[in-house]
């Protein structure tokens, strides 16, 4: 099974996004995706036509693989190298009893690049547009109340593209396909009383958010790692063992209604920041 386009797309602009951090990429992973500089000028939509969609399809079986050893018309036995990650032992097993069975085609191998770990497209996408905000030159210096205004701004903007384009799709009989697209009603951030998001729940996107980049330049998409506790010490444990000390600009994350935050020995106060297919 392919991975959709809109998982992809969001791991492709994580990866964009960390190229634009300077952070170190792990490119014996993403080779296949093209060099530094092409992904960061090159449009998703470009990229998936070109090479993305044949890297999510392909088929790409893994050295070790699970092996029949008898087979009857009723059962099949198997063997199951210990060492093979377990979404591989499925798609194996999967495809040892669909060839098996005489009514049934087997289906592809598995897809050379898929995701691990939980896929919320939701809330990766609002991680990732906030970390663009986040990083933007012109969001330098503002509080966290402004940044959040800015993403619920965003999604009120794109809250509207959509009802345009669902009725377009509608006005041309083509209800079917209107109805698949969906948008993130910008209410769900509390617009009217922003103070109803804390700094410090933002300041854990920032934190979820900056996991994912590293995440994601290491090869793997979301990963785990991003959420739960000691969010802030983990990040300052990785970013030591890469050499750095921060991600992003150390005047990002003023704010917080005056509140003091401690800082970290490794991450800054800027730090203290964070797979529907067509949800927006």
């Known amino acids: 099974m392919s991975l959709p386009s809109g998982t992809a797309k969001l791991w492709y602009n ?5 190229i634009e951090q300077k952070l170190p990429i792990n490119w014996e992973i993403y080779r296949a995706w093209g060099t530094a500089d092409e992904i960061s000028s ?3 939509n470009t990229w998936w036509k070109s090479r993305g969609k044949a890297l999510f399809d392909a088929a790409s079986e893994p050295a070790a693989s ?11 036995t198997v063997v ?3 060492g093979i990650p377990l979404d591989d032992i499925k798609k194996q097993v999967s495809d040892i009893v669909l060839a098996s069975r005489t009514k049934r085609r087997i289906g592809k191998g598995a897809v050379k690049f898929t995701t691990t770990g939980q896929v919320n497209y939701s809330t990766l996408a609002q991680y990732k547009r906030f970390l663009e905000i986040d990083f933007s030159s012109k969001f330098q210096g503002k509080t966290i109340e402004q940044k959040t205004k800015a993403l619920v701004d965003q999604y009120a903007k794109l809250q509207e593209v959509g009802k345009k384009q669902r009725g377009t799709l509608r006005n041309q009989g083509k209800n079917a396909v209107a109805n698949k697209f ?4 910008p209410a769900t951030f509390d617009k009217k009383a922003l103070g109803g998001i804390s700094p410090k729940r933002v300041s854990r996107w920032r934190l979820s958010a900056k996991h994912l980049l590293l995440n994601v330049s290491e090869g793997v998409f979301p990963g785990s790692g991003y959420y739960g506790q000691r969010l802030n010490e983990r990040l300052a444990e990785r970013l030591d063992k890469i050499g750095l000390e921060a991600i992003g600009d150390v005047k990002a994350a003023k704010g917080g209604k005056k509140k003091r935050v401690r800082r970290s020995a490794k991450v800054g106060i800027a730090d203290f920041t964070l797979s529907g297919d067509v949800s927006v």
């Open 66 to 76: 699970t092996s029949i050893v008898s087979k009857t018309d009723t059962a099949v």
């Open 14 to 18: 994580f990866l964009q996004i960390a």
């Open 80 to 82: 199951i190298p210990l």
């Open 182 to 185: 969906s948008n993130r009603d």
């Open 42 to 44: 090159t449009r998703f």
